[in-house]
């Protein structure tokens, strides 16, 4: 069996003549190209696209793939094993230089609301669709190539991504998944063998970087955008297919669709984006662009851009420049944005109902699907059993408090918090365990230190009232409160290693990030404050949406 090309080929070696790679196993069905109308063009320059859900569009063949380094739990979901991933076929495939039998590559049609404003037709610029690979177990995983060429969506920008970007979406998306975040999973990260020019900071510093390309795998990469997009054009038949394609799919479970499934399924997606928040605002991350192109109809994180990790606990912190000034999607205003977002989606949907009625309804009820996330998410942080509304909410914005007067690691703070829980024991000072989590110890006045203790002694006696049996506390304590996440420096000394040519780092990261609730002893560096070079380093604390 030979490889299709796509319209040249860069072995670096050459392929095994006649392969058992089982590469070529893989199972392709492309449901959403045999239901939904394509593009009629596939000649591939920049258009506005009408009537259709995506174009065909080939991969930019790139110089010399390399793989740099793949998931192996997200190879097994699509069933492909290790030696697979390491063979140089696997490299080829996953730029785009070469497709598997069954592979269909394509552009998706969306629009999407930009920092509040409706942007009109988006699309993936750049980002290629292979196909659905049905696994073993007969699901359905849609692999996608991000910075694989530009696309009829690619709006004058080259349609390719850096390296620096791409190891960010790698790790993090993997990162999250381990963290039990609902999330798009990353395959792999390879290296294109070309350079692509970028200003990083949008100031006239343009500099050529590595080029690299993603492999993304979700169920689908379908977003509130590609619902608003057929609405924008008044293309309500297609809306409507691309709705009852959506529940067929991905929520069989509604029913046959109708009103009834259509609300039930709207219902069902504030439910799942407001635990995803939740579990945004638990481990501490921010997204960085909340766009509508960039909120998952299924529920999953998607696009890692400008996202960060909260350091200090700041809640006003973003860490994406390009926002700086209305700081829209700073990590305490996530669960509102996120609410916008879905109205907006109603607005997308509403012409499949009579009346707005049981949209705004349901629409009402999404801060307290939110609360009620919040409030068991934020109990098993703090280790009582259940959240009392008077008491913990109390308790919780006094701590908000402290944190806004003494500059606290969040990650450090909560992961330590349950060494000070019920077995706490008299000759230890909670204050010093704690204090391991300030930025700077000695500034700390002595009434500031006060009200900590003050606060710890509140805590301790909610705590001895739970009564929750100690051990099975901290088990869970540990289970709500990750000991590793990809701190932003994290990030940026994989990626710094992995340009001057030793992707070693991005390894130990991934190994790290597979277990973020599991003491790991060898690697007690990274349950440490961000170092202080960090602070201020782009990269580190400031990113645009330059990638
Ligand atoms: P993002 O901010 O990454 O969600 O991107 C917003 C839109 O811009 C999407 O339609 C992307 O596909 C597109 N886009 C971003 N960067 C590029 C690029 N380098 N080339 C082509 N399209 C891009
Ligand atoms: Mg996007």
Redesign the pocket.
């Known amino acids: 069996m030979t490889l299709l090309l796509s319209t040249k080929m860069n072995f670096v070696t050459p392929p095994p003549q006649d392969s058992d790679n089982g590469l070529y196993a893989l199972r392709f069905k492309n449901s959403f190209l045999d239901e939904l109308p394509a593009d009629p063009l596939e000649e591939n320059y920049c258009r506005q696209v009408k009537c259709a859900c995506y174009t065909r569009v080939k991969p930019k063949p790139m110089e010399k793939p390399r793989m740099l380094a793949f998931s192996s739990e997200t190879a097994q979901l699509i069933g492909l094993s290790e030696d697979q991933c390491l063979s140089q076929e696997f490299a080829e495939i996953f730029t785009g230089n070469a497709l598997l039998p069954g592979m269909d590559p394509h552009a998706m049609c969306y629009g999407g609301h930009?920092f509040g404003n409706w942007a009109g037709q988006?699309?993936?610029?750049?980002?290629i669709n292979l196909g659905d690979v049905i696994n073993e177990k007969g699901e359905r995983w849609a692999l996608q190539l991000k910075g694989a060429g530009?696309t009829p969506?690619?709006?004058g920008?080259?349609?390719?991504?850096v390296l620096r970007s791409s190891i960010r979406e790698f790790l993090c998306s993997e990162a999250m998944h381990h963290l039990g975040v609902p999330t798009t999973r990353a395959l792999c990260v390879n290296l294109t063998g070309e350079e692509v020019l970028r200003d990083m900071f949008y100031n006239g510093n343009s500099l050529m970087e590595p080029g690299a390309v993603v492999c993304r795998v979700a169920p689908s990469f379908l977003r509130f955008g590609s619902f608003q997009i057929l609405t924008a054009q008044q293309d309500i038949d297609l809306l409507r297919r691309l709705v009852d394609f959506t529940l067929k799919h991905f929520y069989p479970e509604l029913g046959p669709p109708g009103k009834e499934s259509y609300l039930a399924w709207f219902r069902v997606i504030c439910q799942r984006t407001a635990k995803m928040i939740a579990d945004w605002m638990r481990v501490g991350f921010v997204h960085g662009?909340m766009?509508t192109?960039?909120m998952s109809i299924l529920g999953l994180t998607i696009?890692y851009?400008p996202y960060g990790w909260l350091e200090d606990y700041d809640p006003d912190w973003t860490p994406n420049t390009t926002d700086a000034g209305g700081r829209r999607y700073r990590y305490s205003h996530q669960p509102q944005i996120a609410h916008w977002n879905l109205w907006q989606l109603a607005n997308a949907i509403q012409p499949l109902f009579k009346n707005t009625q049981g949209l705004e309804e349901v629409l009402n009820e999404f801060p307290v699907f939110y609360q009620d996330h919040w409030s068991r998410m934020m109990a098993s942080k703090l280790g009582f059993s259940e959240f009392r509304m008077e008491p913990d909410q109390m308790l919780w914005d006094e701590l908000l408090v402290l944190f806004s007067e003494v500059e606290t690691d969040m990650t450090m703070f909560f992961r330590l918090l349950s060494r000070i829980s019920n077995t706490f024991s008299e000759d230890s000072d909670p204050l010093e365990i704690l204090g391991k989590a300030f930025y700077r110890p000695d500034d700390i006045r002595p009434e500031q230190q006060e009200k900590f203790q003050q606060w710890i002694i509140k805590y301790q006696e909610r705590l001895a009232e739970d009564g929750m049996d100690p051990e099975q506390q901290v088990e869970s304590m540990n289970l709500a409160n990750p000991k590793y996440v990809l701190r932003n420096y994290m990030a940026q000394i994989a990626i710094d290693q992995a340009t001057e040519g030793d992707p070693s780092l991005i390894k130990e990261m991934l190994e790290l990030l597979r277990r973020p609730y599991d003491e790991q002893p060898e690697q007690e560096k990274y349950f440490a404050l961000r170092p202080e070079w960090a602070r201020h380093r782009p990269g580190c604390s400031m990113l645009s949406?330059s990638?």
């Open positions: 930009q988006l699309g993936d610029g750049r980002a530009p969506y690619a709006r920008a080259d349609g390719l991504a662009v766009n192109d960039n696009d851009g949406c990638s």
